[in-house]
Structure formats: C-alpha cells, structure tokens
C-alpha cells in the first residue's frame, strides 16, 4: 500500500501512473519523459513520490485499530454519561474539531463549552454502535450508529438516533479525536 500526502494525491491524478517530481518541479514519467510540473499561478510545488510501500512510523493494524476504537468510545461513553464536560473535550486532539448539527466548534475550550451546554441542557444516555473501522497512516476512522436521550422542545426526553463519522489520530497507544462528526436521523413524528 503507498501513503500520499492531498498534495502527492494532487500531482498523481496531474500526471501519468509513475510520475515523480524532483525539488526543481521537474516530473519523470515511467517512460523518462520530462513535463514541468502545473504552478497554479506559483511556483510548482515539488513533491517527491515514493513507488515503495513505505509505511508511517508507528503504523498499526486493522486489528490494533480496531481494539484502540473500542477502548476509546468505551472512555468516551464513560465520560459522556456521567455528563462530564472537561473529561470530553480532553478527549479531542489540540487541533480537533467537533462536528455537530449546526455549527462546527474548534479549540479544546469552545468543545467543552459546547459539551458542557448540551448536558445541561440534559442529554444524556449516549450509545454507539461502531461498524467500520479502518487505519491510514497515523489516523483511523470509524462509523456507525448512535443513541443517545435528549430533551425535546416540548421538555420530554426522547431517545434520538444518528449516525458518526470519527477520525482519530494516534497518541501514544491510543487515540484522540481528531475530526467527531455526527447527525440526527429524522425524529419518528416528522418523516
């Protein structure tokens, strides 16, 4: 398997399969044709690809990705349910982003204000449901299904149920939240 960075992405759909590009922003072709590389109005970005399947320092497997997603969402579910605001936002790595319905909250302290008002608000009784995982490079993401009870308009807690979308990164042995995204499905009375 070969890791790319967006910007390596970027150049192998710009070029044919094969293609390098030296630090001048001259790229190689399979054939040892020579193109300069496109400047979108700059200079060329220069970008060395590796043909060989060199894998990130600390890389693990499905296998070690998937125990270290189930040991985390356990935390996670710890720490949501006893409504504990600061112990969430810990949760997420120094640049991560919560992705809720509405706006996107970024910095460790505006996700623990954002946590902090949704538990006094009374959401509570959070469950997940993992059913994918997959590790890339340093990150590993998972989805799936989720519960969790939540006050209505009308003062009544319902049990509403959505879907995530999480991307980790490594911390040590385990993980943080890098990007926590989630939605509501539809409630039952408005479909």
């Given amino acids: 398997m070969k890791y790319f960075s967006v910007a390596a992405i970027a150049l192998l759909t710009a070029f044919p399969a094969g ?8 790229v190689t072709t399979n054939n040892n044709a020579l193109r ?3 400047s979108f109005g700059g200079p060329a970005a220069a970008i060395k690809v590796s043909e060989s399947p060199v ?6 497997t499905e296998k070690e990705a998937r125990l270290a997603v189930e040991a985390f969402i356990a935390k996670y579910l710890e720490i949501y349910n006893k409504k504990d605001a600061a112990g969430v936002a810990a949760l997420y790595a120094e640049d991560g982003v ?10 460790k302290a505006n ?8 538990f006094d608000a009374g959401r509570s009784g959070l469950r997940y449901d993992i059913q994918q995982v997959k590790a890339e490079g340093n990150a590993v993401w998972s989805i ?29 042995d385990g993980l943080k939240f890098r990007i926590h995204s989630f939605n509501f499905s539809p409630s039952p009375r408005s479909q």
């Fill in 19 to 26: 293609a390098r590009a030296d630090a001048a922003g001259t």
């Fill in 36 to 38: 300069e590389a496109p």
């Fill in 55 to 60: 894998a990130p320092p600390g890389r693990r």
């Fill in 98 to 107: 919560l992705v809720p319905p509405g706006s996107i909250v970024t910095g």
């Fill in 111 to 118: 996700i623990e204000k954002a946590w902090r008002a949704k």
């Fill in 144 to 172: 799936g299904q989720f519960s969790v009870m939540m006050p209505e308009e009308n003062g009544t807690v319902q049990e509403r149920r959505g879907n995530f979308v999480n991307i980790y990164e490594w911390d040590g």
